[in-house]
């Protein structure tokens, strides 16, 4: 069974520029959320897509945004990237229902220079 | 507001020596979950454990053993008989509720403790 697959997995971008990001879930999880992992901040949460609909947003700039597409596999944008943004992202997916983890990507690292 | 509290940032010992990572929590939830991950040099987070508020049993799996008190509002976590392979930083993680739709929740992670063991 595959795991959750990230692409790409490193990424160097400018300064204003806008990145995508890609997740494909494990087959049969409806639900994708985002995380921003930094040393300064650790682990954070971005938001969850369910059903190609965002059910949930941490407390992020609206530069972060994102979707989900009918297949399950998401993607998330950053516009006007800054130095800040640097960052490992990971991607998680469950099935539906409440009582199950998260199954989490390798992750895509973003440099920002 | 949630709050998850690693205090230890790094241990270090040497194989074959027990190991107890804690991790305290905040919420004002009456009902929530809470879970162990480890990441590895990788990047991946790999799931270890899931508990929810309202089962206080602990529980040893293989090497690895939960100690869940409510009343101190700690999850620890313990690896007997470390092992070089268990090098990696843990994350102590807890949950809200589900939001409607039938969505899942969202994690509040601690800092993570980065443990090293050495042979």
């Known amino acids: 069974k595959a795991g959750v697959t990230q692409t790409p997995r490193y990424l160097i971008k400018t300064r204003g520029q806008q990145v995508t990001l890609s997740c494909s879930p494990i087959?049969?999880?409806?639900?994708v959320s985002w995380y921003q992992q930094t040393p300064g901040q650790g682990l954070q949460f971005l938001f969850e897509?369910?059903?190609?609909?965002?059910?949930n947003k941490g407390n992020f700039p609206g530069r972060f945004s994102g979707r989900q597409f009918s297949n399950s596999r998401s993607e998330m944008n950053v516009s006007t990237l800054e130095l800040g943004d640097s960052a490992l992202y990971l991607c998680?997916?469950?099935?539906?229902?409440?009582?199950?983890?998260?199954?989490f990507g390798s992750g895509t690292r973003l440099t920002v220079v | 507001a949630q709050k998850v509290t690693q205090a230890q940032t790094e241990i270090s010992v040497v194989e074959k020596e027990d190991v107890t990572l804690d991790c305290v929590y905040e919420?004002?939830?009456?009902?929530?979950?809470l879970f162990w991950y480890k990441q590895p040099p990788s990047g991946e987070l790999v799931f270890l454990i899931r508990?929810?508020?309202?089962?206080?049993q602990n529980e040893i799996s293989g090497r690895y053993s939960w100690n869940f008190q409510k009343s101190t509002s700690s999850f620890n976590f313990t690896i007997t008989a470390s092992q070089v392979v268990d090098s990696a930083v843990y994350f102590c993680?807890?949950?809200?509720?589900?939001?409607?739709?039938?969505?899942?929740?969202?994690?509040?992670f601690g800092k993570g403790t980065l443990l090293t063991v050495n042979p």
């Open positions: 998680a997916s469950s099935v539906t229902g409440a009582n199950y983890g998260y199954t």
């Open positions: 087959s049969g999880h409806r639900s």
């Open positions: 897509y369910f059903s190609e609909t965002q059910r």
């Open positions: 919420t004002r939830d009456t009902t929530y979950y």
């Open positions: 508990r929810n508020s309202f089962d206080e």
């Open positions: 993680a807890l949950s809200d509720l589900p939001s409607s739709g039938g969505s899942n929740y969202k994690l509040t």
